[in-house]
DNA sequence: TTGAAAGCGGTACCAT
DNA sequence: ATGGTACCGCTTTCAA
């Protein structure tokens, strides 16, 4: 391996210069620099970024701590973090941790002892007090699809209440009488802001009964599947669904499909999230698109911020959401 | 930040015999291990990875090369090196190189700079030589769904040639008489093998007509879409299709559907990976399985092997593949 | 403008 | 069994 030592040598200037010339900090004579150079260049010499971070107490580096990248919504969450961080240099850590608290504390610690220079969370479970120790020890965090209202940690989130009235909306105005909402878990926040939205939505527009909602206590294909069968078991004169996201849709249009019921003939049928198999699946779903990639790219945008020391002057970070209409509608 | 001299202060032992048992390597009396343990508990001390690995050569991380965590294929396949990774210590360096061979170089060069342990790569377009250069440097590399027949790369693949053949098969034996394949691009490892799987299945049971091949220089949703579409356009009496992956099979069900020709009921249809959104199709897709968690497993598995300076025995690991029959055919 | 040298937080060799 | 100390490769202060 050759080291700045190496290019010292070969170039006849202190390693200190040739620091200089790396970094273009301080003062190098145009001579200096140009033999350090053509040193580097012969000996193909690349510093060494561990030796740096331990001098330096930057890894360019950031933890991304997810539940798991296996949930469609990730991969583009994941892809747009990474995108803006080796724009600038910076890698990635892919953890995931299945929303287990003993994971998810056990990767905070290993990332904290690699030294990373901040991390961005997306976990329904995790401790809150986990987290806020990170922020009181003033460690970079930005947490994403959840606010903590007890303290000023930086969140980005899309308007997910809005996002359900205009979904809710929508069916109303594609002729729907009755409308149900499969739920996802109370312990996500999204979903309680979709539940909540969804309520908002039919109590203005006088289509609200609690036996049309279906709580689910995850949000799978599943879960959505099971909901509506639940739904139809109660009342056969649904003719719309809002289900929390698109995996639960993709659920419900099974169910249907399995008994018979046209979509959107006879239901016409809602998702949430706009992940890609939305647009694949047949009839194609109707969606509110959330505009992940964007969430990603402000989160790692914000939390670049942090890590520079600038201030953060919008700790919470709420995105449009939008209606993409398809097949399902 | 605790460092190892505060703990050997406050245990009143050297840095050395804190190291000792930190490492638990060498010799290190009762007393003194309990009271340098207790130190630690009492400061919270972690080590420094960073430091640790300055002098001890190794990071534990390792890094995953792929086009696009977007791609289907790869969340399982990075959640299974990720998953085997965290087990023992080691994490996961994230990167999309969308098969853009200056962002593989540079990538290549920032994980040896960041000194990570080894390489996963899964690339269609890398530059052989590139690859070659590492495996030289004894830079532990694992290579993905590629074989490398000039050198002795260790590679994990599945058995590509003969899923088309259990494919093929299929459907013959659900009766088609007529079958068509949709190929993907011929730089791909995966697309040719299938490809020859297909003829020679084709030769074995004479339904092999050049014609009913539609050759496409991509493999998504799209390109199954008009692969299909040219396929109908040159022959009306197709009665089976083998798409080259699930993603080309959803584009595939697509135009059938556009032109209301019925699956299985008209065409029967077969895809190839398995991937999740080949069972979330109505009518969810016949495939065959590529066993991708366990490729990854096996990738990592292997790579840590080397890491290791175990010597590998098998350099190419070909792993089963399984027809799953669904509801295409 | 330059260089010597003291860290950064560990590891491991060599004495004792 | 233990401790002193010279590294690992780079950054940064301080003096020249």
Do not use: W
Not at 258 to 278: A, E, H, Q, W, Y
Not at 295 to 309: F, Q, V
């Amino acid at each position: 391996m050759v080291t700045i030592r190496d290019v010292s040598k070969l170039s006849g200037c202190s390693v200190a210069t040739v620091s200089r010339v790396i970094n273009k900090s301080g003062y190098v004579s145009a001579d200096a620099k140009q033999a350090i150079q053509k040193a580097i260049k012969e000996l193909n010499y690349k510093p060494n970024t561990i030796a740096r971070s331990l001098s330096g107490k930057k890894t360019y580096t950031v933890g991304l701590i997810i539940p798991d990248i296996m949930n469609p919504f990730f991969p583009e969450i994941a892809r747009a973090i990474e995108d803006v961080a080796s724009e600038i240099g910076y890698t990635v850590l892919l953890c995931n941790t299945d929303d287990n608290l003993q994971k998810e504390k056990n990767y905070i610690d290993v990332l904290q002892t690699k030294q990373v220079d901040g991390i961005i969370i997306a976990s329904y479970t995790i401790d809150e007090q986990q987290i806020l120790n990170l922020y009181q020890d003033r460690f970079p965090v930005v947490v994403l699809d959840r606010i903590f209202h007890s303290s000023n940690i930086p969140a980005i989130v899309s308007k997910n209440r809005e996002g359900s009235y205009i979904a809710v909306k929508h069916l109303i105005d594609q002729g729907c009488k009755k409308i149900a909402h499969i739920a996802g878990p109370f312990e996500v926040y999204a979903s309680r802001e979709r539940f909540v939205g969804f309520e908002e939505a039919c109590k203005k527009n006088t289509c609200y009964l609690p036996s049309l909602i279906s709580y689910q206590n995850g949000f799978h294909v599943s879960h959505g599947f099971d909901g509506m069968n639940e739904l139809l078991d109660k009342d056969s004169e649904i003719d719309g669904v809002f289900a929390g996201n698109d995996l639960m849709a993709l659920g419900a249009l099974k169910a249907l499909n399995k008994r018979g019921i046209s979509v959107p003939k006879d239901i016409k049928l809602v998702g949430f999230d706009n992940t890609s198999l939305s647009a694949m699946t047949i009839p194609s779903i109707t969606t509110i698109k959330q505009p992940i990639y964007e969430i990603g790219k402000r989160a790692m945008n914000t939390l670049l911020s942090i890590i520079d020391g600038k201030k953060v002057e919008k700790y919470v970070t709420e995105l449009d959401v939008e209606l993409i209409k398809r097949e399902s509608s």
